[in-house]
C-alpha cells in the first residue's frame, strides 16, 4: 500500500519461483490499497503514476432522517468510509436502538465496528486480515453476525457485542453469503447466496433452524431474490425480486414460503424494511422515493395505502443495485443512512514514461 513495487523470478514453464522477491520501484501511487497505477509493455516501456496513496471512496456521515424527509447528524464529528470488498455497504441497528454495527474501511482493512448513539466511541469488533462487512444482531442484541471474505468465497461468523470472547463460526454453505437474518425468537436464520456486480439470476435465500442445516428458501436460477426482511413477529418475510422483468418488493409467508405471495410494490421497488411494530412496511420505489406501506399484522397479510414520504437524492442513498437494505428504522420511527459528503480532489501528480526498463529491472534483479 505504500507504493512500493517487486520483481519475482519465475519459470513459466516448470511453473515455479527461481528465487526472492527483489524492490524494483518505490513510489507507484496506489488506488484504494489495491490498485497500482503502472502499465507495461511487452518491449520494456513503463508508463507510472507517481506519488501517495488516492482513494476513490468517498468519506459519509450518518444521518437521521425523519419520515418528511428531513436530515439531522448522528455525530456531526464522525466520519467514516464504507467497507472497500465489494458494493458491500451495511449497517444495523441494536435491537434497543442504542448502538450501531457498521463495516468500515480503515487502515487495518475492512472490519466491523460499533458505534454507541449519538455521539458515543467507536470500537472496534473484528481484527481478521480478512474483510467483514454487512453485520446483523441477535434478537437479544448479545452477538453481532458478520459476513468474511476469503479466498475468494465468504461465510457467516459471529461475535459477542461487547468484544469480548473469540468468534464463532455460523454458516459457510460453499459458497459466497452476503447478508443475513435472523427471527428475534433465534430460532431460524436466513442467508442470502451469490451475487455478481451487474450480473442478475445467482442470488438466492436459504434458511436453517436451529440446530438443523440449510435449505433453499426462495431460490431460482432465472432471477434473484434478494434484500431480506423478516416481521418482527417472524411470519412474514419481504425480499426483492427481479422475476418480472423489473425489481419489485414481495412479501411470502414465513417459513411456508408457498402459503401465499403478495406484490408490494408498484412501479418498482428494492430495500424493504419493516417497522418496530410490523404495521408497515417500508420500501425505496423506482423514482427513489421512500414509501410505507401499510400492512395488517397477524395469522393474515393484506396491504393497504401505500405512501410516499420523501425522495432519496444520490448522496443518501446509492444509486446503483444494492441487493440489500441500506438504511435502518429506529423504534421511533427515524430512517437511520448514511450521506455520501464531497470527495477530496486527487493530488496532481505526473505520469512518468520510462523507456527499456527492461534493463533496468534485469539490474535490479541481479540478472543479465
Do not use: C
Not at 428531513?70 to 441494536?94: K, T
Not at 454453505?173 to 443475513?180: A, P, W
Not at 451469490?194 to 436451529?210: F, L, P, S
Amino acid at each position: 500500500e505504500d507504493g512500493g513495487m517487486f520483481a519475482l523470478p519465475f519459470d513459466p514453464k516448470a511453473l515455479r519461483v527461481l528465487g526472492p522477491s527483489v524492490p524494483v520501484l518505490d513510489s507507484v501511487a496506489v488506488v484504494n490499497g489495491t490498485v497500482p497505477q503502472f502499465s507495461l509493455s511487452t518491449d520494456g516501456t513503463l508508463l507510472m503514476r507517481s506519488g501517495s496513496s488516492l482513494t476513490t471512496r468517498p468519506e459519509y456521515q450518518m444521518v437521521w432522517v425523519d419520515r418528511g424527509g428531513r436530515m439531522a447528524p448522528v455525530d456531526s464529528s464522525w466520519r467514516f468510509r464504507h467497507v472497500s470488498s465489494g458494493n458491500n455497504a451495511g449497517w444495523a441497528l441494536s435491537p434497543d436502538g442504542r448502538r450501531v454495527a457498521i463495516g468500515l474501511a480503515t487502515d487495518a482493512g475492512d472490519d466491523i465496528w460499533i458505534k454507541q448513539l449519538p455521539r458515543g466511541p467507536l470500537s472496534r469488533l473484528t481484527f481478521d486480515s480478512a474483510a467483514e462487512y454487512r453485520p446483523r444482531w441477535s434478537g437479544d442484541g448479545r452477538y453481532v453476525d458478520f459476513v468474511r471474505m476469503q479466498g475468494g468465497s465468504s461465510a457467516l461468523y459471529r461475535r459477542l457485542s461487547n468484544g469480548t470472547g473469540g468468534e464463532d463460526s455460523v454458516l459457510s454453505l460453499g459458497g459466497n453469503i452476503h447478508e443475513v437474518a435472523r427471527t428475534r425468537d433465534n430460532q431460524w436464520l436466513l442467508a442470502r447466496l451469490g451475487g455478481t456486480v451487474n450480473i442478475a439470476g445467482a442470488r438466492d435465500i436459504y434458511a436453517a433452524r436451529a440446530g438443523d442445516s440449510a435449505r433453499p428458501l426462495l431460490a431460482s436460477a432465472s432471477y434473484d431474490e434478494s434484500a431480506i426482511a423478516l416481521s418482527p413477529d417472524g411470519r412474514w418475510i419481504a425480499y426483492e425480486s427481479d422475476e418480472s422483468g423489473r425489481t419489485q418488493v414481495y412479501v411470502r409467508p414465513f417459513p411456508v414460503v408457498e402459503g401465499g405471495k403478495w406484490q408490494i410494490s408498484v412501479s418498482g421497488g428494492v430495500a424493504p424494511h419493516w417497522s418496530a411494530n410490523g404495521r408497515e412496511l417500508f420500501f425505496v420505489d423506482g423514482e427513489r422515493n421512500m414509501v410505507a406501506a401499510q400492512v395488517t399484522p397477524g395469522a393474515s397479510f393484506d396491504v393497504g395505502e401505500r405512501r410516499r414520504l420523501f425522495r432519496l437524492d444520490d448522496d443518501l442513498y446509492q444509486p446503483q443495485a444494492e441487493h440489500y437494505t441500506t438504511y435502518e428504522v429506529a423504534p421511533d420511527g427515524r430512517f437511520l443512512m448514511a450521506r455520501r459528503g464531497r470527495a477530496e480532489a486527487a493530488p496532481e501528480a505526473p505520469l512518468i514514461v520510462v523507456e527499456n526498463w527492461f534493463v533496468e529491472l534485469r539490474q535490479k534483479a541481479g540478472r543479465r
